[in-house]
């Protein structure tokens, strides 16, 4: 089972943040906050991930809680072509199977 | 650099015959991961292989699904005489090594439709 909560659908107006939120509890000291999203049927596509520090990339922005327990992974300005799946995933990388849960489903609207 | 490829993208089978689906890793990584979907539901882990070895197979079918990775050439994944709950899309991913940080990176996926 996923060791991630996330809602389950999520809108957003063309050219704001989105805000994706994501609880996981249970995380332990050595696994990784890593985030993917599915456009349509394709492969998912990598799009950031953290330890314990805020991270960002050409792509997105990281917020990890202090205490580890949940995230946010925001998209700054967003565009029709983000809408997606996204899943938040805890793993410990590397050769870890990756255990998708259910995703939220963010739609950007124009 | 290419990224993650797999081929085909479609495949049509009938029950009974044999479905290969294909990957080839990106440049430079040498660790390989099979991902199913089935219609509406998420993905799920089959397998994980490095050159010439299965690593973790707990999410393989114990029947009629094989996978390897040999010393050349990508990695094969083969159900044999398919049913039509085979139905399916299938990704590969591909990781540089065993690392913490080392992320996994998908392909496109083969869409296998049994008839």
């Known amino acids: 089972d996923a060791k991630t909560t996330q809602p389950p659908s999520m809108d957003c107006a063309e050219g704001r943040a989105a805000n994706l939120p994501c609880n996981h509890s249970?995380?332990?000291?050595?696994?990784?906050v890593y985030w993917y999203r599915q456009i349509h049927s394709q492969g998912p596509q990598y799009i950031i991930h953290?330890?314990?520090n805020n991270e960002t990339n050409e792509m997105a922005s990281l917020i990890i809680t202090e205490d580890r327990k949940s995230s946010t992974l925001i998209l700054p300005h967003a565009t029709l072509r983000d809408t997606a799946v996204y899943y938040c995933?805890?793993?410990?990388?590397?050769?870890?199977?990756?255990?998708f849960g259910k995703g939220t489903k963010l739609t950007v609207n124009p | 650099n290419a990224g993650v490829m797999q081929n085909p993208r479609h495949l049509v089978r009938r029950r009974g015959q044999e479905a290969r689906l294909r990957c080839s890793p990106m440049?430079?990584?040498?660790?390989v991961y099979w991902y199913r979907q089935l219609p509406e539901e998420g993905l799920k882990f089959m397998v994980y292989?490095?050159?010439?070895?299965?690593?973790?197979e707990s999410g393989m079918p114990k029947e009629r699904f094989s996978a390897e990775f040999p010393k050349e050439g990508p990695s094969i994944l083969r159900i044999q005489q398919v049913v039509r709950g085979d139905s399916a899309a299938y990704f590969c991913?591909?990781?540089?090594?065993?690392?913490?940080?080392?992320?996994?990176?998908f392909g496109p996926g083969t869409r296998l439709t049994v008839l």
């Open positions: 953290g330890l314990k």
């Open positions: 292989l490095q050159k010439e070895n299965i690593i973790d």
């Open positions: 440049k430079g990584h040498s660790h």
């Open positions: 995933i805890v793993t410990k990388g590397g050769s870890e199977k990756l255990v």
């Open positions: 249970t995380i332990s000291g050595n696994e990784y």
């Open positions: 991913a591909s990781s540089p090594r065993a690392g913490a940080r080392d992320t996994q990176y």
